[in-house]
């Protein structure tokens, strides 16, 4: 086997930190695959690399430490006290090896999150990405690592408006070089890693890959990424939910959805501009599936002493036969950071093995992981489900004929 | 077009008084196409019998007109008083068209409801079959019909034991003959149907075509027939939420549904033997789509004051990454009557259309209709629907290309 | 008995609409008590005026017919079509009572709704007012009236600005005389009521008589009035339960409140002004009954398809024993009008009981009523019930002594 | 202050570990008074005996220890795993303390639990209550305690059929003399208590001192005695909610209450015998308030994945004015332990107080604490609390004038 190393930006956030020790307490047989899509038939027969074996590594703008923050998610329930405490100098370790990034274009709410001086801050963009592709380079070469995957985990940064000046790798190298201080950081992780070959998962709505020009870069450089926002409560629950009443012929009057969460992504939501790049990916699921919907609203209020639990409570109105008024409410009461962790590692393993089979460019097969999955229509949960099961198959049956 | 006619087992009970009055409110233009599933593409490009056409006829034992049930549910809402009158005349010249059934075997529950003579009363087992048979074979005649769908929609009986005993068409023609009087009033009419070529929908938990000899009958008479238990409701969200959980490896620990109801059906399930077969198969698609679950529980009550107004609250507790336990609740306020109605519509079209394309036996492809589709193991809502698009798709080319 | 009049403001509302035609089908006997809380024992042994003899009249600034206006709402449901019907004639009579009205400082939501001239639009302040008093003095002439109460049902108004300036009776009347056009409309209706000795409610949240000048004019003239914002859905269940948490001790640590409803008034809260003193009374109510209160938001939404079903979600996180984190969520999904419109009959008997025995000014025995009830600190229902028990008790014993 | 011993019957229980382990939490500052009634105004300013001072005993018929259940309670998170470590060494002494009790007519679900031989099993009636009594009298003695509360928090027992024949207190003492083994446990310790002028709680719906000869006894030892059946979560919310649909005359139809837990508890009731008892002091709550209730319906189920959390549906089906009809819902999500802990040490404290002032016999004060409460007619939470204050303002005027 190979060894893969993980290189998280926002690598001292919520997500991270349970992702990395969700990840070294598997490694010490401290829980098991629950909650890992790539840990059940039929993906588990799949030849991934094993998240035991993950080398972690990445960037941040905090300087609050892995364990801290691990201790602090562990008082509200997610992780356990006990886990933290075994997997602490794991924590300890990776925290060492952590770089300063950079939050350029992220907003003033992750602005006063930050308590180091970011890159941009003494920088041009050009040297901002020349350091984190340094930073990629040095980590891959100290730990003899045979791939990189680079995951956009941190806080959701505001539209960027106008992404179509950015539509060729020309545009955006050309930007970089002239330091157009409008590109967002999340789009400067993603080119320094594309340009060199490093595959890439956006996991939040932030601007990631998708750039015209970061897609034709991928293609030249023939690398894998995909994204973006990743479907972890509420919409996943909407994207198996809305073909039932497409299905029926039951004609939804109004959805609304109101989200309270009380963590440092709530937080951030809670500015509108961080928020409209959130609402937005929410909302198109059900436009998607259910054309004629009459209303669809997406409410997502920060309600601090929910800390990491993200709750949901959806009212459908919705019309039947004989034009009969009826209505479903569901509320959905989840640990983000729990729903969260297990996909980072799932999309993970599933990169490095598009990467290893030379299956680069958007990633249709991973639709399922997403709001909005890049390249892909699809948001019926099920038929996206089908797109994987049969890539695992194609895969699986040239395994087993080899 | 053909003529089809409609015979509905139970036919001045909700669901059929209900499915009338759609009916023929479609064809007086008083409501749309809105909860049917054939109303909408792809199903809608399916050369179907029209339903305005449809001619409607049905057994019962109860004296109470269709029209007077038809008031009594709008008082509820469903369907709409305005709607009622328009088509009182309909309603009255069908019900000259209903004649009085057997309720053998039907439970005491149903005997409560019935005032009149069943022909069970008077008559032995064969003679009864040979009644319904004549009923049968004078209306399709009186009509001139080209084909005669039968519809089991009456309230639903206990489950028959020891069905294997009725493994063979010889061993279920031999109790006919012998007067068993075991043999549920359900399997006499879905016998009377099958052996002289009519198509049989079994809408309901009770027995009807599904026992080995009536199966070998429908074989042998190359007609269609398909059952079991119209998913409606709870079990309809089931089937659409469960496989999220599956596919994201969420392990359920609980999964408890609480159904409350104040319709007739509602007052026949308080008796605990009828509601034996609605609970077994509503309980069922949970166990196929989730091997692993932990707990699963249905309970059916009666309320009275909901009249037809099924409502249900499901607790959902399960556990994701880091053995984090979260929760999902639903309510679901739909009215009986209104989800069942549409659906009793697209079986009779869609079984007349395979059997005029000689498609007989079991019709695994309507298997998102019911709870426990006869001959198919699947249970994913989507992937059930998959089962339907692949039959229309074969049917609209062959079409086109004609 | 004494003649009642029942001058409404915003006479052509749903509110307004549902407690006319609702008096009316009490007057036909199409309807009973039900939703009445003088209608209950003890206080239906209060000597108050019968509903069955009410006059109505009152302003508006929209031409739509109080019949249009019942049989819209009827399509929703309330009041059933047939009741409405009954009662036609009286609906039209009515509306020929009803006068063009003013909506000064109303704010462009409701603007948008009005379809005639206002009165503010041709006359100065001073002007208007004395056309309403000429209205309320020609009805109660008109239709030989022994007492008229006036009732505030018209659309929310954005708060008023500084009210302190109107502070004293002086103040009120020199800001009418100097045409001081930020007089809100409710404000000048309570004027035109409390100067000419007219019993006034302001069943709204709106300014109507809750300023320190119109409190004394109130006083001078010995009238009585009573206010504001009538307490008919969420705020009534959280007055109820609110007292159970503080009760046991137990800590609220976030109370969400989140309300949708799609009638006309949920268009004019729409309008993040005229929402504003809404929210304000609605969000007063918790932190009055839990001071150490964490968090606590209430939202209202605009769902057209409810139309006048105003729906509720709750959320409430409090703490137990041993910091145990507990959750209580409640659904509440009611018919604005047919909660609002009989505490609008019921306030008009109380309040012309009130003015029959010379009970004048506040009237701190009806705060069950309201979500800020003037005068009164107490916002437990079981405890402002007990102020009116204490009330009907007095008066009732009087009665039986007289 | 006096010394005062708490004497718990099923001292090894979910409710009695958490009152412990949380009373000695109290005492070494690991957690505050949130949850319990006498740690708010204005009932803190009575002079209470302190919690930290409580000197614990008990019965049970288990042998598994207060610390492994206490251990056990905090996996599922109540008490936390920390708070249990801190005061394990409390437990330890405590349960040494512990005496072998009877579990005579608790059912065979209780029989199932226990793992030591019950008196019962050896000795007649009348030297089960001897040994009783020497139990509590030598606890007593050996700790020097001034007063010694007894408090019945043992499974509940299936109800007790035909009660009247113990009316007298010569009747049970005969019953006790003559070995009338149909005297069910909780009783025996309720008359040895009450005859040696311990007070006693009976905190569940078994039958305790609720017996017309106990009264009796109480009244002449002069010793006070509360009960029955603790009101801890879905039925406080009921005693609540239902005087608001009382008070605006708003006509409940269906009020459904589905409750599910997983405790030992749940496990008990999953006897229908057992159950029963429990069932019938929930509904009463209901049809108190609102006489004119259409339907009303408690449902207790074990779902074992929940443990100590109870949850609860209920679904409230009301008709307001012009007949319409609306909808309310809530669940609960409530620690069976955590909200029942805090008010065994309330009453405990509260009794006493009554016991030091020499108020023997019923409390009606302590209403607000049942379900059953016994000798008193009103279910209204805030007429209950009403009358603790009334108690309250009493004790601490004189206080004051003292």
Redesign the interface.
Known sequence: MTETGVWLIGARGNVAT?AI??AR?MARGE???????T??APYSKLALPDIEGFVFGGHDVRERSLLETARGLSEN???????VEEVADDLRAIDDRIETGTAINCGTAVDDLADRESLEDRLAVGEVVDQIRDDYESFGRGHDLDRLVVVNVASTEPPLEDPDRYDTREAVERAIENDDRELPASALYAYAALVDGHPYVNFTPSTGSALGGLEELARERAVPHTGRDAKTGET??KS??A??F??????V??W?G?N?LGNGDGKVLEDDRNKAGKIASKGDVLSSLLPDI??N?V?I?Y????DDWK?A?D?I?F??????E??????????DS??A??LVLDLVRLLAHADEHDESGLQPQLA?FFKAPLGVEEH????Q??MLDEYVERHTTEVMSE
Chains 1, 2, 3, 4 share one sequence.
């Open positions: 349970t020790t969700g307490a829980t098991d695959t629950t909650g890992l899509v840990g059940r329930g997610v992780p356990k006290p006990d886990v996943l629950v198996a939910l073909p039932m497409a299905g029926r012929n039951l004609r009057k109004a609304e109101h309270i009459g209303h609203r409410r209020d309600t601090p002493s929910l709750t409570w009212y109105h019309e039947g036969f004989l034009n009969t009826m209505k479903m409410q569901f509320t959905w009461e989840g640990s729990a729903l962790a297990p399922s019926n949960l099920s038929r489900f089908a």
